[in-house]
């Protein structure tokens, strides 16, 4: 059972990845280095991503009991439930509407905002708090050298990025959505590559 469990993280972070990827290059009138990742699940293909939230979340979830009945911890496993926990919201709660997505979107931002929209807001911090959060408890907990240096850049590597997607998200700059992709990618790497080193 830890074994498919393990899998099971293997496969929500990947597949997460792969989704967003493709339905992002494919997908008309989205900008992948621009639009974030979110913005996928609106529009007339919105459940496609909706759905990657709902699925990979619940995967990661699956893979965080995983972590717990490999290593013998509890802080690590978690901490990487919650953030697939947080995937998971961020399918229930889309965000609203804006910076030209949909097509016909005013560029900007609107004046104000849904309860979803801020729901959204919430759940995509315990993404981005939880990765970095849990690549340093890995660091400090895991008992192979070689994933506990693993994990210490990757903890670095996930706090600089996701700095950076907060300041070019607040800035409205053209490159956000690159830079909110290197975040994931490095996060769920590490996690489904952790993943799969245990089982």
């Given at each position: 059972?830890?074994?498919?469990?393990?899998?099971?993280?293997?496969v929500?972070?990947?597949?997460?990845?792969?989704?967003?990827a493709?339905?992002?290059?494919?997908?008309?009138?989205?900008?992948?280095?621009?639009?974030?990742?979110?913005?996928?699940?609106?529009?007339?293909?919105?459940?496609?991503?909706?759905?990657?939230?709902?699925?990979?979340?619940?995967?990661?979830?699956?893979?965080?009991?995983?972590?717990?009945?490999?290593?013998?911890?509890?802080?690590?496993p978690?901490?990487?439930g919650?953030?697939?926990?947080?995937?998971?919201?961020?399918?229930?709660?889309?965000?609203?509407?804006?910076?030209?997505?949909?097509?016909?979107?005013a560029?900007?931002?609107?004046?104000?905002?849904?309860?979803?929209?801020?729901?959204?807001?919430?759940?995509?911090?315990?993404?981005?708090?939880?990765?970095?959060?849990?690549?340093?408890?890995?660091?400090?907990?895991?008992?192979?050298?070689?994933?506990?240096?693993?994990s210490?850049?990757?903890?670095?590597?996930?706090?600089?990025?996701?700095?950076?997607?907060?300041?070019?998200?607040?800035?409205?700059?053209?490159?956000?959505?690159?830079?909110?992709?290197?975040?994931?990618?490095?996060?769920c790497?590490?996690?489904?590559?952790?993943?799969?080193?245990?089982?």
């Amino acid at each position: 059972m830890v074994t498919l469990l393990l899998w099971a993280g293997v496969v929500g972070g990947g597949l997460f990845v792969v989704v967003f990827a493709v339905d992002g290059a494919t997908r008309p009138g989205y900008r992948w280095r621009y639009h974030p990742v979110s913005a996928l699940a609106l529009g007339p293909r919105g459940r496609v991503q909706t759905t990657n939230f709902l699925v990979s979340g619940g995967l990661v979830t699956a893979g965080a009991a995983g972590l717990h009945g490999a290593t013998g911890r509890w802080f690590l496993p978690i901490v990487v439930g919650v953030v697939g926990v947080g995937l998971v919201l961020s399918g229930v709660f889309p965000m609203d509407p804006m910076r030209g997505y949909p097509p016909g979107t005013a560029d900007g931002d609107p004046a104000t905002f849904s309860r979803a929209h801020a729901w959204h807001d919430h759940a995509g911090a315990v993404v981005f708090g939880g990765l970095p959060i849990a690549a340093a408890s890995a660091a400090f907990r895991l008992d192979t050298p070689v994933w506990q240096v693993a994990s210490a850049v990757v903890a670095v590597a996930l706090a600089v990025l996701a700095g950076m997607f907060g300041t070019a998200w607040e800035q409205d700059r053209p490159r956000t959505g690159l830079v909110q992709r290197a975040y994931l990618v490095v996060g769920c790497g590490w996690l489904g590559a952790l993943c799969w080193s245990l089982t």
